[in-house]
């Protein structure tokens, strides 16, 4: 199980996804097998459901492999690329259980989403970049706690039960994580008001 000369494991993400695209099942085992923890990690959080997890973890695998020469490194790593489309997949499998209708009143707000300027789109890409900045310096088990409560809309409960922690410490760890957020962004606006 070599390529290059180099174990399949000290392959880059980008050669492994490369590879992939080939269609050699080796180095497709190899891709899968370093990111299935971190894809059905992501799916598991978003839909709270083992089956439709590991449903959702294929098919995250099956678009990586029918997308992968369109990958572009300039647009994010292979681990972001893959998370998204896990993400991605998983909100869909979400909303599709729980489809609700809209009421017209929620119209006006969905059409504001919708038409926004690039000048807004790129303010808001910005703040997220200082957001997901401020999450990266947080504290590992803070961080994934306001993750998951945040992105994931998990509820303390479960945030307790995933990371096998009380309850008492996983709120601890949403609280103190949302004040070291509201701490660090705040002081930043301030810097730029």
Do not use: C
Request: glycine residues 8%.
């Amino acid at each position: 199980m070599r390529r290059l000369g180099l174990p399949l494991g000290r392959l880059s993400d980008e050669a492994l996804l490369a590879g992939m695209a080939t269609g050699d099942p080796e180095i497709t085992l190899a891709f899968v097998r370093r990111f299935q923890r971190m894809v059905f990690g992501i799916a598991i959080a978003v839909v709270g459901d083992l089956q439709l997890a590991e449903d959702i973890a294929q098919q995250a695998f099956e678009r990586a492999w029918r997308h992968a020469q369109v990958y572009d490194t300039r647009r994010g790593s292979v681990k972001t690329w893959l998370g998204a489309i896990t993400h991605n997949l998983a909100i869909d499998a979400v909303r599709a259980r729980k489809a609700t209708p809209v009421s017209p009143e929620d119209l006006d707000a969905l059409l504001g989403i919708v038409t926004r300027t690039p000048e807004e789109w790129a303010l808001a890409d910005e703040a997220a970049s200082r957001v997901r900045a401020a999450v990266a310096d947080l504290p590992l088990e803070q961080a994934r706690a306001v993750v998951m409560a945040g992105i994931y809309g998990m509820t303390a409960r479960q945030v307790s039960e995933f990371e096998g922690i009380p309850l008492g410490t996983a709120k601890t760890r949403i609280r103190s994580a949302m004040g070291n957020l509201r701490t660090v962004l705040g002081s930043e606006r301030a810097d730029h008001d």
